[in-house]
Every structure is written in structure tokens, then in C-alpha cells.
């Protein structure tokens, strides 16, 4: 993994300026996961505050937790789409949500954009469109993580 960053702006700014350049209308989901759910949090929030700044469109900003994929779908995803999540009846708003599993393959199709938090030597999701290391709470950086690598973390005892 090597860090990259490009240009002046920070991190989430950077970010949150290519989601809106790849996601530029509609009702959008952005989830943002880890392994760390209070730096993921944070992201959010840095991330929903950036796109708001950006863009005329609403963001709406979520905490969700664990929830599994039904709930997901059900109180979430599809009454933001149907434009009656709390916040969302604009049909340009923006989610952003941070919670546990919102990455997982059952649900990774219904995000728009999604973050990964590095928190560690973990493993990035593969599914992320983007990846944050946060292991410096006051300066995420982008990573780019190269798959046929094999991070540290595999060879030290008790981490798998």
C-alpha cells in the first residue's frame, strides 16, 4: 500500500469531489465501513459536510450500526430511493451512512459510492470505491491498495 495524495485539498474533500463528479444527480447511497466504527463515523460526517459544500443537493447523514441485509434494504435503501427516508423526498439527496457489513456482497450493489477506513494492517475491502487509512485521526490519507500484494499482516501471528 502506498499513500497518495493530489492537489491541495485533503483527503475527504478530494473525495467527496469525485463522488459528485461520477455521481452528479439522483438519489445516492455512500456507505462508509471498517473495522473501526468511530473512525468510520467520522469519515461520514467529513464526507456528508464535503459533498454538502459542494453541491446544492441535500445530504442526509446516518449512523446505522450492525444491521443485516433486509433491514437494510427495508428501512434504508428502498424508502430512500421511493423518496420517503426522513430527509431524502429531494430527488437529488444524498446518503451518507456509515455502519458494519454495508460492504458485504449482498448489499455492496446498492451504494452509489463506498468508503473503506483502514484502520490497521487489515485487509481493504475489495469492494470499496475508495480507501481511507485513519490510523492519523487528523490526516486520513487515500491509499490505493495493489491486490496482488500481500499486506504485513499476514505473516504476523494472531492476525488473519
Same mark, same amino acid.
Given at each position: 500500500?502506498?499513500?497518495?495524495?493530489?492537489?491541495?485539498?485533503?483527503?475527504?474533500?478530494?473525495?467527496?469531489?469525485?463522488?459528485?463528479?461520477?455521481?452528479?444527480?439522483?438519489?445516492?447511497?455512500?456507505?462508509?465501513?471498517?473495522?473501526?466504527?468511530?473512525?468510520?463515523?467520522?469519515?461520514?460526517?467529513?464526507? %456528508?459536510? @464535503?459533498? /454538502?459544500?459542494?453541491? +446544492?443537493?441535500?445530504? &442526509?447523514?446516518?449512523?446505522?450500526?450492525?444491521? $443485516?441485509? #433486509?433491514?437494510?434494504?427495508?428501512?434504508?435503501?428502498?424508502?430512500?430511493?421511493?423518496? %420517503?427516508? @426522513?430527509? /431524502?423526498?429531494?430527488? +437529488?439527496?444524498?446518503? &451518507?451512512?456509515?455502519?458494519?457489513?454495508?460492504? $458485504?456482497? #449482498?448489499?455492496?450493489?446498492?451504494?452509489?459510492?463506498?468508503?473503506?477506513?483502514?484502520?490497521?494492517?487489515?485487509?481493504?475491502?475489495?469492494?470499496?470505491?475508495?480507501?481511507?487509512?485513519?490510523?492519523?485521526?487528523?490526516?486520513?490519507?487515500?491509499?490505493?491498495?495493489?491486490?496482488?500484494?500481500?499486506?504485513?499482516?499476514?505473516?504476523?501471528?494472531?492476525?488473519?
Amino acid at each position: 500500500m502506498s499513500p497518495i495524495q493530489r492537489g491541495p485539498l485533503p483527503t475527504i474533500e478530494w473525495v467527496a469531489e469525485e463522488f459528485l463528479h461520477n455521481a452528479d444527480r439522483g438519489r445516492r447511497l455512500v456507505a462508509v465501513d471498517g473495522v473501526d466504527p468511530v473512525a468510520s463515523a467520522r469519515v461520514a460526517h467529513g464526507l %456528508a459536510a @464535503a459533498i /454538502a459544500a459542494r453541491s +446544492d443537493a441535500p445530504v &442526509v447523514r446516518r449512523s446505522l450500526g450492525g444491521i $443485516d441485509e #433486509a433491514r437494510l434494504r427495508a428501512e434504508v435503501v428502498d424508502p430512500v430511493r421511493a423518496g %420517503a427516508f @426522513a430527509g /431524502a423526498e429531494d430527488p +437529488d439527496t444524498v446518503l &451518507v451512512a456509515d455502519g458494519e457489513q454495508l460492504l $458485504d456482497d #449482498a448489499v455492496r450493489g446498492v451504494w452509489h459510492f463506498s468508503v473503506w477506513t483502514l484502520a490497521g494492517d487489515e485487509l481493504p475491502h475489495s469492494g470499496a470505491s475508495v480507501i481511507i487509512d485513519v490510523t492519523d485521526p487528523a490526516a486520513p490519507t487515500r491509499f490505493f491498495y495493489d491486490f496482488c500484494a500481500i499486506p504485513p499482516s499476514v505473516n504476523r501471528p494472531g492476525l488473519r
